[in-house]
């Protein structure tokens, strides 16, 4: 069974600070995904990682994928208030599979 | 609708009682997932509907629960007996892609259970 660990699970910022969370896995992923849930909300995806040595940006977040693809970064620049949330990473459990395996998540929190 | 609704938002139940969870996927989305999520915990699969077919309950944590998606649209998840431990919000997602998780999965909101 795989299993995803995230650290750290929680983490209070300043507005304007820099930050990474890490997620790692007991086996090599199929595909990662980070999602984004706020609190109330659903899940939101953030991005799907597929290729060991991948590094994609969306605006502020700046997402690596190990080169191994065991691992993987979310980095964030400058973060804001609304940053705030929990950050999932998940993966496809297998071929065909039609599970996600979560993690359990870093709660961010960023103050203004 | 434009996104994935799911009702009730919030359910107190007393232990023993019948629950049942709707969730209303986007409309045309093939795929349809059900997830639990404990506090402090990611969510952790249940189920999955490929149209009005089941094609995985391998998450399903016991016979006490059930779900079903008659017409390929809507679906239902309903919890007998009710627990303390069933207490958790109940995803359900959808996807427009019929195989495979190579695809975006738009959550609802959940429905929030509290099981007294």
């Known amino acids: 069974t795989q299993l995803l660990e995230q650290s750290p699970q929680f983490l209070s910022i300043q507005e304007g600070e820099n930050l990474t969370v890490y997620c790692n896995s007991s086996?090599?992923?199929?595909?990662l995904q980070w999602y984004r849930q706020e609190p109330g909300e659903g899940p939101v995806l953030l991005v799907t990682v597929v290729t060991g040595g991948e590094v994609k940006k969306l605006k502020r977040l700046t997402f690596q994928f190990g080169d191994a693809r065991k691992d993987s970064s979310l980095h964030i620049t400058a973060a804001q208030p609304g940053d705030t949330g929990l950050y999932l990473c998940?993966?496809?459990?297998?071929?065909?599979?039609?599970?996600?395996?979560f993690g359990k998540g870093t709660k961010l929190s960023v103050i203004p | 609708g434009a996104g994935v609704s799911q009702s009730p938002r919030y359910k107190v139940a007393k232990r023993g009682q019948d629950v049942a969870l709707r969730c209303d996927p986007i409309s045309g989305h093939v795929s349809l997932f059900w997830y639990q999520q404990a506090l402090g915990q990611g969510p952790e699969f249940l189920t999955y509907?490929?149209?009005?077919?089941?094609?995985?309950k391998s998450g399903l944590p016991s016979d006490r629960f059930f779900a079903e998606r008659p017409e390929g649209s809507v679906s239902t998840l309903k919890i007998q007996r009710t627990q303390q431990e069933d207490s958790a919000v109940y995803l359900c997602a959808s996807s427009q892609r019929a195989q495979g998780l190579t695809g975006e999965l738009f959550f609802g909101e959940g429905s929030r259970l509290t099981v007294l």
């Open positions: 086996s090599v992923f199929s595909s």
């Open positions: 998940a993966d496809e459990s297998g071929a065909g599979s039609y599970q996600l395996t």
């Open positions: 509907f490929q149209n009005e077919a089941q094609l995985d």
